[in-house]
């Protein structure tokens, strides 16, 4: 390596190695199961490729494959939900999607242009172990929105393919077998590495749209050429009462049609594939700002996207409220489930309907693997960095798998009903949105722009009323995202427990240039390291006292202390170090740790020194222990034996091992 301080002579040089990354362990497995698992394609293999760009409206389609697809269930519940007064309660659905959701995630989109999304918005904003705990509530009813995605459009697929009259008689009424069958084959794509494609999700959601708006034409060319639909509705309209009941009626039911505002997060998360243009071309990501050209273009593609749904929410609602009976759309009628699809077979013809319904079984399809893809994106983007969960979460199979069994635990639980599922999935959706605009208002109090902030506050305290009535109303998504919460936290506490005493660190670094100079001096069993709790002259005195009563010890020591970082619930943090030295013995100061214990290891696998002499504390081992999880304190002495220990198994070599003392204090 070259002398940095040829050029930087007695100046602090930041950046200069402490030693080379250490060897960490790798998984190996050893059955022939294991050995598959492990083959598959880990869901980091894309970071740091290139990606190539798209114009966005041609991304547009891979938002629209989650987003659109909801043509297929929402106008069914929508009846179901609110009968006559459907159209109303869509037409508030819209305003509050345009007005409220599209405002909310534009914000998003100005800080989220990596596709990092709402949650990682909020890891940014709340620091420490409160933030940690809110990501992972979020990450919990984040799942159950994924999940439900997949389950309920495998769900309303099935549904589509049994209600056809083509494949009835072959399919017969096994639903649930049949949308366990495609969540199967869901699941058999990304074992075998599928990945999302623009033209994939172009040739479905294209041809989905133009199916839906003939469907939808040739409903309004019945409703204007059958002149007492519309009085009957009317009167319908008339007998629930004047204008402000019927407000009022539709907004009590505006949270259960809530599940058409999904589709917004996937917007964001597909940023890093939108061109941005000419205003990027000379974007530097390392000037801290936002590439101006993307941020715009993925806004267009978000109001865009928001128009498109907007009309055929609205169109949707008010020809199948005026076409479809109450008994057809009741659960387990002809049209529950499948409104659209059953005025395309009654009004086109079976051929045409058959067309929509493969058409409207591909977008569900293709909105599952939407969810899936969501998922393995999502989950090692927080859980890894967070210590919060195994090591092989970085491979794409072993979570497929995961994700799959709960898929089929769902699937059974709600017997593939898609009305019944659709509490739960609004419940999903609206946490999403409300952690976006919670994160968007304090994003905004923070630059001090209050007007703005004022606006997204308000929006919070709609998406917070919408979601506790649908939490009221149905509780079943509030308890399904409460249970994969539990579940996940628990999950991740068991997680933290077991790998706190991996090192943890990924690397260090000198601090000035005459500690780097000073490094060899240290490395191969040239001195004895001595962890302290003081960082003053005196304290290494004393220690160095105490050893020499005890212990015949020849050669210098390394005296070195561990500055923790304010926020430990950080799982791994580089470390910065700087040396100095007091007549034959050396002084280490580290700065930066997570965790005394692993700093230590960490140190003493970069120098080898010949021995460690640590400290006992003799205090309760359980306190003890739940300081060093919560706050990287506790019983040094014995956690950093173990991680040493552990490190040896995990990276055997024929190097004799440092000897460890640990002395009582």
């Not at 086109?348 to 977008?363: E, N, P």
């Not at 304090?442 to 001090?448: C, D, F, K, Q, V």
């Amino acid at each position: 390596m070259r002398d940095p301080g040829a050029q930087n002579e007695g100046r602090a040089v930041k950046r200069i190695p402490f030693r080379e990354r250490l060897p960490q362990p790798s998984l190996e497995y050893r059955s022939a199961f294991g050995k598959w698992l492990a083959r598959g394609e880990s869901v980091d293999t894309h970071a740091g490729k290139e990606i190539t760009p798209h114009p966005w409206w041609k991304v547009i389609w891979l938002t629209g494959v989650d987003y659109f697809s909801t043509l297929g269930y929402q106008p069914g519940i929508a009846l179901l939900a609110a009968g006559a007064v459907a159209p109303v309660a869509t037409v508030i659905l819209v305003l509050v999607t345009l007005l409220g959701a599209l405002p909310v995630y534009a914000q998003v989109a100005g800080r989220s242009f990596a596709g990092q999304g709402s949650i990682a918005m909020l890891e940014n904003l709340l620091e420490g172990w409160k933030g940690k705990v809110l990501i992972l509530i979020l990450l919990g009813f984040a799942a159950t929105d994924f999940v439900i995605t997949m389950t309920l459009s495998a769900a309303d697929a099935a549904k589509h393919a049994v209600e056809n009259p083509v494949l009835h008689d072959s399919l017969g009424d096994h639903q649930v077998l049949l949308t366990v069958i495609i969540l199967a084959m869901l699941a058999a794509l990304f074992l075998r590495g599928f990945s999302e494609a623009i033209g994939l999700a172009t040739g479905a959601a294209v041809p989905y749209l133009v199916l839906n708006v003939i469907v939808l034409g040739r409903g309004v060319w019945e409703v204007a050429t059958h002149p007492t639909l519309l009085p009957r509705w009317q009167s319908a309209l008339a007998a629930k009462g004047d204008f402000s009941f019927l407000v009022a009626g539709a907004v009590l039911v505006f949270p259960k049609l809530a599940l058409g505002l999904s589709g917004f997060e996937t917007g964001v998360s597909v940023m890093p594939l939108i061109d941005g243009g000419d205003r990027d071309r000379e974007y530097n990501p390392r000037s801290g700002g936002a590439p101006a050209g993307r941020v715009a273009n993925t806004r267009k593609l978000l109001t865009a996207a928001a128009a498109i749904m907007s009309v055929m929410l609205i169109l949707s609602s008010f020809v199948t409220t005026l076409l479809i009976g109450p008994d057809d759309y009741k659960v387990g009628g002809k049209a529950s489930g499948r409104a659209i699809a059953f005025l395309a077979h009654k009004y086109l013809g079976l051929t045409f309907g058959t067309v929509y319904d493969f058409s409207t079984i591909l977008i569900l399809g293709l909105a599952g693997a939407s969810a899936m893809a969501g998922l393995l994106h999502l989950i090692p983007r927080f859980l890894p960095r967070f210590g919060m969960a195994p090591r092989w979460v970085a491979l794409a199979r072993p979570l497929v798998l995961v994700l799959f069994a709960i898929d089929i635990v769902i699937t059974l639980i709600f017997r593939a009903n898609v009305e019944a599922q659709s509490g739960a999935y609004a419940t999903g959706v609206l946490v999403l949105i409300l952690s976006a605009a919670l994160a968007a208002t304090l994003a905004l109090w923070r630059e001090r722009r209050l007007l703005l902030a004022t606006y997204t506050g308000i929006l919070c305290l709609v998406f917070a009323y919408t979601l506790t009535d649908n939490c009221l109303e149905r509780p079943d998504g509030l308890i399904i995202g409460t249970v994969f919460t539990m579940l996940l936290m628990a999950a991740s506490g068991l997680s933290r427990s077991l790998r706190s005493v991996e090192l943890r660190i990924p690397h260090g670094y000198f601090s000035d240039v005459e500690s780097w100079r000073m490094g060899p001096e240290l490395r191969g069993k040239k001195v004895h390291l001595v962890p302290i709790a003081s960082s003053s002259p005196e304290a290494r005195r004393k220690k160095k006292a105490e050893i020499a009563r005890h212990y015949s010890v020849k050669g210098p020591f390394l005296f070195l202390h561990v500055n923790l970082l304010d926020n430990r619930s950080e799982f791994a943090a580089p470390l910065e170090v700087t040396l100095s030295k007091e007549g034959n013995d050396y002084f280490g100061e580290v700065y930066g740790a997570v965790a005394i214990a692993n700093s230590i290891a960490f140190v003493s696998e970069c120098i080898d020194p010949i021995s460690i002499f640590i400290g006992l504390t003799r205090r309760d081992l359980m306190g003890q222990a739940v300081r060093y999880l919560l706050f990287g304190e506790g019983e040094t002495g014995l956690m950093v034996y173990t991680i040493l220990v552990r490190y040896w198994d995990w990276t055997p070599g024929e190097d004799i091992r440092p000897r460890i003392f640990l002395m009582s204090d």
